[in-house]
């Protein structure tokens, strides 16, 4: 069980907007994480080094809610190390070939109509409930 | 430099977001796609706020002629609905409902701590390099195909 927190994830999402809209007014790039992590897998994009201070700013700031308050971003992890690096594969794979993920497709690109991001979206997301309700209701996995 | 620094900044924007939204809580993510079983619909508000915010803001963004730190706007202009979007959509959808992590979501987690996202984030790393390697074989099967 996880609590629902409409507040938090709201406030949570806007923020999500808000660092959308400043990639883009500063750098003129859409912040997917698939995109600025492909730049990231050798052979290096030639602009790596933006890339890389998103990524360290995107991984340094739970550290520091942590460090100023304390324990209060929840995290729980069901699934099995097999399964983990199972699906972290699928993820690669299929982000590569569709060219974005929940952040590049679901945000950005359907804040900007684009008819690929949003049959991606629907897609994953169809997807992925397809797949939660095969692993937790039929096999029964978590 | 400056754009380096700044995107810093955003990206320490990003992350505050996607843990303040539970974005990087597996658990939350597994829950939210579970309408048959513990349905938490904390995602949705996510989603609404990302998007309710994007949508505004880059309204008024893109009517500017260039972004602020550099010559001009890198948008993508591909409008074709191919099946590698489609599949890898499809593939991806797969195992974010398997694990709970999406790209987004496991990065910032990464600064939780948390061995299981050091561990999802380098097998996606491998999964997009295997992307990589694939696609080249993948379009000479194309290419032999339509010949």
């Known amino acids: 069980m996880t609590t629902f927190t409409p507040l938090a994830s709201l406030a949570g999402g806007a923020l999500i907007g808000l660092a959308a809209v ?3 007014a500063f750098h003129g790039r859409i912040a997917g994480m698939t995109g600025i992590l492909s730049g990231l897998v050798p052979p290096l994009a030639a602009d790596w080094a933006w890339r890389a201070a998103f990524l360290a700013g995107a991984i340094l700031a739970p550290a520091v809610i942590v460090i100023a308050f304390g324990d209060v971003i929840g995290f729980e992890s069901p699934m099995p190390m097999g399964w983990l690096i ?8 299929g982000v590569s070939f569709g060219g ?11 804040a900007r109509l684009s008819p690929r991001s949003i049959v991606a979206t629907l897609v994953f997301m ?3 409930a397809a797949t939660v309700f095969v692993t937790r209701h039929m096999i029964g996995l978590v | 430099m400056r754009n380096i620094l700044m995107a810093l900044v955003i990206g320490l924007v990003f992350g505050a977001g996607i843990a303040l ?5 597996p658990a939350k ?6 309408f048959a079983g513990t349905w938490d619909p904390s995602l949705a508000f996510v989603m609404g706020g990302a998007l309710a915010v994007t949508a505004l803001g880059y309204r008024l963004v893109l009517r500017r002629p260039a972004p602020l730190l550099d010559a001009a706007f890198h948008l993508p202009t591909s409008r074709r609905i191919d099946r590698p ?4 959509s499809a593939i991806f959808g797969i195992g974010w409902g398997i694990t709970g992590f ?4 496991a990065i910032p987690a990464l600064g939780l701590g948390e061995a299981d996202a050091v561990v999802f984030v380098l097998s996606m790393l491998a999964g997009i390099a295997l992307a990589r390697a694939l696609r080249p074989l993948l379009a000479g099967r194309a290419v032999a195909r339509a010949n």
């Open chain 1, 100 to 110: 974005g993920c929940t952040s590049g497709h679901g945000v950005c690109g359907m």
């Open chain 2, 29 to 34: 993510v597994l829950n939210f796609f579970d």
């Open chain 2, 102 to 105: 999406c790209p987004g979501g």
């Open chain 1, 126 to 128: 169809a997807s992925t």
């Open chain 2, 21 to 25: 939204s539970g974005m990087a809580n």
């Open chain 1, 86 to 93: 199972a699906g972290g594969l699928l993820v690669g794979v």
């Open chain 1, 22 to 24: 400043l990639l883009m």
């Open chain 2, 85 to 88: 979007l489609v599949a890898g």
